[in-house]
Every structure is written in C-alpha cells, then in structure tokens.
C-alpha cells in the first residue's frame, strides 16, 4: 500500500505561483507512475501532469504546458508540481495519484492510491 499526503495549496491572484508537494510512504517499488489530477466543482477529474518513477521527463496537459512542472525527489519520496501563470481556470482541488500504470498516464481509473487533495483558488 502506498500513502500519499499533499500540501502547498492555498490563494493566489492571477499570474501568480504555488508550489504543491505530495510525500509518499510505504510500498514505493509497487508503482511506476505518479501523477497530479484536479478536479473542478461540476467537472470531471482530469490529469495534469505525471512523471513516470526513474523517467526523467514530465507528461502535461495541454491547458498547462509551458506553465507547470512536474518534478520528484527521490531522496525525500516526494512529488512536486511548480505552477505558474496561474489562471482562474486553474481553480480545482488538485490530487497526488500513484498506481502501476500504462503508456496512458491521463486515465484516473488506472491510479490504485490518492491523496486527500489540496485546494488550488486562483482569483482574476
């Protein structure tokens, strides 16, 4: 089983940064994957970014390329997600995922482990 603990979220205007961080405990070696979700009042839960353990190279959304990064420190089994330019429509309770996954990393279903959220407001 793998725990997975976010923090970093909070308010932010337009144009404005937030680093989000997600700690990972337990069995790390069961995964390959570990992505950021989020999910907005009324919409589906969609993928941001993921990093595939060990791959170097980050996976993006086309609404945030140029804009977030994805990174992970191994030492500290943590996952991170640099934002910038943040925009209204970032608003969105954003999820640290982990799980065994495919060439897909965009599929929530394919995510075995979640984190509890952190909200992400981003006012005009």
């Given at each position: 089983?793998?725990?997975?603990?976010?923090?970093?979220?909070?308010?932010?205007?337009?144009?404005?940064?937030?680093?989000?961080?997600?700690?990972?405990?337990?069995?790390?070696?069961?995964?390959?994957?570990?992505?950021?979700?989020?999910?907005?009042?009324?919409?589906?839960?969609?993928?941001?970014?993921?990093?595939?353990?060990?791959?170097?190279?980050?996976?993006?959304?086309?609404?945030?390329?140029?804009?977030?990064?994805?990174?992970?420190?191994?030492?500290k089994?943590?996952?991170?997600?640099?934002?910038?330019?943040?925009?209204?429509?970032?608003?969105?309770?954003?999820y640290?995922?982990?799980?065994?996954?495919?060439?897909?990393?965009?599929?929530?279903?394919?995510?075995?482990?979640?984190?509890?959220?952190?909200?992400?407001?981003?006012?005009?």
């Open positions: 089983r793998v725990q997975l603990v976010e923090s970093g979220g909070g308010s932010v205007q337009a144009g404005g940064s937030l680093r989000l961080s997600c700690a990972a405990s337990g069995s790390i070696h069961s995964i390959n994957c570990l992505a950021w979700f989020r999910q907005a009042p009324g919409k589906e839960r969609e993928g941001v970014a993921a990093i595939y353990i060990g791959g170097g190279d980050g996976y993006y959304a086309d609404s945030v390329k140029g804009r977030f990064t994805i990174s992970e420190d191994n030492a089994n943590t996952l991170y997600l640099q934002m910038n330019s943040l925009k209204p429509d970032d608003t969105a309770m954003y640290c995922a982990a799980g065994l996954v495919g060439p897909r990393w965009d599929v929530s279903a394919d995510f075995g482990y979640w984190g509890q959220g952190t909200q992400v407001t981003v006012s005009s």
